[in-house]
């Protein structure tokens, strides 16, 4: 696999596409950051890290669906680094995704955090994907 993170988001869409309730997705410490951002803005229900035999474990994630089962709190998400072409932005340039109604999920030298964070510490990085 040349990009995992791309794997992460195309597992989360297809599980949203599916209506599934739970969807199980290989774990690596990026792959956690990025989820652990997901839970604190409130696209996902509950997530949790449970080990496995090879010891590179598994991320189980309980997706959020409104009164109607069919609207998600994730209507998109879209790899925006590849690693064929990354995209890095400065602090003052970054970028606003919905003017501000979703979440650009930035890896910085502080940690994984969302642009509005990244703005505010005054921190550029790599911008890993758009969530709306």
Do not use: W
């Not at 988001?9 to 997705?25: M, P, Q």
């Not at 290989?26 to 949790?48: C, H, Q």
């Not at 009164?67 to 690693?83: C, D, G």
């Not at 072409?85 to 650009?104: D, H, I, K, Q």
Request: charged content about 25%; aromatic content about 6%.
């Amino acid at each position: 696999m040349t990009d995992p993170i791309s794997d992460y988001l195309t597992r989360l869409r297809n599980a949203i596409k599916a209506h599934h309730r739970i969807v199980e997705i290989p774990a690596s410490n990026l792959k956690k950051e990025i989820t652990r951002v997901l839970y604190e803005k409130g696209y996902i229900l509950k997530y949790k890290f449970e080990e496995t035999a090879n010891k590179q474990g598994v991320i189980k994630i309980a997706l959020k669906y409104g009164n109607s089962q069919k609207t998600n709190a994730i209507t998109t998400l879209t790899r925006v680094s590849t690693p064929g072409l990354r995209r890095y932005s400065g602090s003052t340039e970054m970028p606003r995704v919905l003017n501000g109604l979703g979440v650009a999920i930035i890896s910085t030298s502080k940690g994984v955090m969302t642009d509005k964070e990244a703005r505010t510490l005054g921190v550029g990085g790599e911008i890993l994907c758009f969530v709306s």
